[in-house]
């Protein structure tokens, strides 16, 4: 009966370990991809709400025209405050889901994310309120947004 015994712990010590070490280093990767699912979808969640807000505010014209002409003063506040709020969400995304050497999903993710943030460079007015709108904000996002503006300045 000893030996018995001695067996089963050399069986668990040679099979078991292992395997469970195994299971515990795929369940903490797909709790690792569960939470960039998350952080995701919540950043697209805070895009289409911005969207909203663009939609709520017809007279500015943020989703029709590549700058809002002849605005009012209150307009223009209003104008300046959403660009805020839009940075804001740009830098959120850029320092959860951005980094170097981006492979598959992850780099998917980023390019979904940077082809927004061009879409907004290419307005004008945002592109001229940007240097006030990134002061105070991470230094490599500010470049990097700068270097996407940049490419629609002429």
């Known amino acids: 009966m000893l030996e018995i015994w001695e067996l089963l712990s050399y069986v668990v010590t040679v099979i078991g370990l292992p395997l469970a070490i195994v299971v515990y280093l795929v369940e903490k990767r797909q709790e690792r991809l569960n939470d960039e699912d998350d952080v995701y979808e919540r950043l697209s969640r805070n895009y289409q ?29 209003r104008i300046q405050a959403i660009f805020a709020m839009l940075i804001a969400l740009f830098e959120r995304a850029y320092l959860l ?9 992850e780099l998917r993710r980023w ?39 940049e490419k629609f300045a002429s």
């Open 49 to 77: 709400d911005f969207l909203q807000l663009a939609l709520d505010n017809p007279d500015l014209k943020l989703l029709s025209q590549s700058h809002t002409p002849n605005l009012n003063p209150d307009q223009e506040e």
């Open 97 to 105: 889901l951005f980094e170097d050497n981006l492979k598959g999903k």
């Open 111 to 149: 390019r979904s994310w940077e082809d927004f943030m061009q879409e907004w460079c290419e307005r004008e007015d945002f592109r001229n309120s940007l240097p006030g709108l990134i002061r105070g904000e991470d230094p490599e996002f500010a470049d990097y947004i700068k270097g996407l503006a």
